[in-house]
């Protein structure tokens, strides 16, 4: 089973940047799709974006293309969502997770890890 722990978030200000990473744990990481979701204060968790096992597909959401990458090193057992060109409206808990089925929909995601805050001030 793989487990998840995500890093790097904090407070930044509108249009600055962010790194977020995620480290799993176990050997079959590289089995895995990989993604990234995010729940506003009083909203419902959202996807954000997804890469292939392989990283050669990537996926977004409308409202982050353009600005945010997400990438993986199997080699490191790692996923990246590098953010730019921040807006408060990408305030949010970023939560990592691991799926063997890509989709937008949070109930085909299997593992989860524990969130990690990002903070954009105006």
């Known amino acids: 089973q793989v487990q998840l722990v995500e890093s790097g978030g904090g407070l930044v200000q509108a249009g600055g940047s962010l790194r977020l990473s995620c480290t799993a744990s176990g050997r079959t990481f590289s089995n895995y799709a990989m993604g990234w979701f995010r729940q506003a204060p009083g909203k419902e968790r959202e996807f954000v974006a997804a890469?292939?096992?392989?990283?050669?597909?990537?996926y977004y959401a409308d409202s982050v293309k353009g600005r945010f990458t997400i990438s993986r090193d199997n080699a490191k057992n790692a996923v990246y969502l590098q953010m730019n060109s921040l807006s408060p409206e990408d305030t949010a808990v970023y939560y990592c997770a691991a799926t063997s089925t890509i989709s937008y929909s949070e109930m085909y995601w299997r593992i989860w890890g524990q969130g990690t805050q990002v903070t954009v001030s105006s």
């Open positions: 890469i292939s096992w392989s990283g050669g597909n990537t």
